[in-house]
């Protein structure tokens, strides 16, 4: 964890009808730090509510009794931003997760790449019994 107070802490189930809360706060958080770009406001949403999605449906697999908490941490010297995603479902091996194929336009599947794509960094860990997705971005 990082060890900054959080300008946000979140923690909601784990299902898919909250996971628009998640972009509200974080739109709200970012308005209040000063990102005014809106599509650099759009794609940290869009990077968040694609981790946030694979955690409802892959991590704890549709279970209503999961828990997401979200934490944002903002460096204002540099307009660095962090979010945090934390969760104790099942964990798994990104790097065991195949590209996918473009040419064929998949229904799913883009939400990894989404993610790694519009934030500067994103890492995940799974310690003990938490994963934990971390992502970077760094605003203009």
């Known amino acids: 964890m990082n060890d900054e107070q959080p300008l946000l802490t979140l923690d909601i189930q784990a299902v898919n009808a909250f996971m628009a809360v998640i972009g509200v706060c974080v739109e709200e958080t970012l308005q209040r730090v000063g990102i005014t770009v809106q599509q650099d406001r ?3 949403q869009l990077a968040l509510h694609e981790i946030a999605v694979n955690i409802v449906n ?3 697999a549709g279970r209503s009794d999961g828990r997401i908490r979200l934490s944002v941490y903002y460096a204002a010297e540099s307009r660095c931003m962090t979010f945090e995603l934390l969760d104790t ?3 798994f091996d990104p790097n065991a997760v195949a590209e996918p194929d473009l040419d064929t336009l998949p ?3 883009l939400g990894l790449m ?3 794509s519009l934030m500067d960094r994103v890492e995940y860990t799974c310690a003990g019994t938490f994963n934990r997705w971390r992502m970077i971005k760094t605003f203009k």
Do not use: D, K, P, S
Request: hydrophobic share 25%.
């Open 114 to 116: 989404l993610a790694y």
């Open 107 to 109: 229904e799913h599947g």
């Open 58 to 60: 892959h991590a704890y």
């Open 89 to 91: 479902g099942t964990g």
């Open 42 to 44: 759009y794609n940290v």
